[in-house]
């Protein structure tokens, strides 16, 4: 089974932001992939909505609510209660935990999960009421201690970091070795019984290994590189050489 993707609007949020205008549209372009085959759209809304804006959320939901509704809501972000509160009110699909500083350019590790797991449990709890599937942001060399950890949450998923992977486009053996890690890890969740999940930094050259060592994979969320894509391509053709990639 091929994962499913998910597309990050934040990158094209971000460019809409630099004018006081509308466009690029979060919402056009969120269509147009969910129209070629994504399985979801992902948000991560910052405070300072420096990308995705609060207001974007809204019609974001009803985007998928009125014209794709097998497609998926997934909403990332730090837990505060103000995040809480905005992500229940979007009814998504799936809410992806991190531990971001807010002054944060973009996620880079995951939870300590043994030190944060009373405050981790709460939330999921708190999340999983609502009927929302929950997961959590993760290193990927994670060992079994850290994943028992995350599973004794109550979480659904985690979503492994890619980052250190996606770096190493210009280094075979440092892929490999980071493909070593993120194998380990995607072992020990499955024996676990954790969804996994992936996102940073991923490309239509890297997914194919990604999803070879972690055959159990899920879902990838993709935002820099699939953007970065789509001004070569067009969203359209773009979505479609991803899911390709995915397997």
Known sequence: MSAKLSVNLNAVAMLRNRRDLPWPSVTALGR????????????????????????????IRALI????????FNIEGYPTDAFLDLAEASEPEQVTLVPDDPAQATSDHGWDFEGKGNFLRS???RLKKRGIRVSLFCDPDANRTALEAAKATGADRVEFYTGPYGGTYDD?????EELAKLETAGQI????????????????????????VLPNLMEVSIGHGLTANALEYGMAATVQRFIKACG
Do not use: C, K, W
Request: charged share 20%.
């Open 32 to 59: 147009i992939a969910l129209e070629n085959g994504a399985h979801g759209l992902t948000v991560h809304p910052r405070p300072d909505q420096r990308h995705i804006r609060f207001s974007d959320l809204p019609a």
């Open 65 to 72: 609510d009125d014209e794709f509704p097998n497609a998926e």
């Open 123 to 125: 939330v999921v709890q």
């Open 172 to 176: 075979p053996a440092r892929a490999t």
């Open 189 to 212: 969740a499955a024996e676990l019984g954790l969804g996994v999940n992936a996102g940073h930094d991923l490309t239509v050259e890297n997914l194919p290994a990604l999803a070879r």
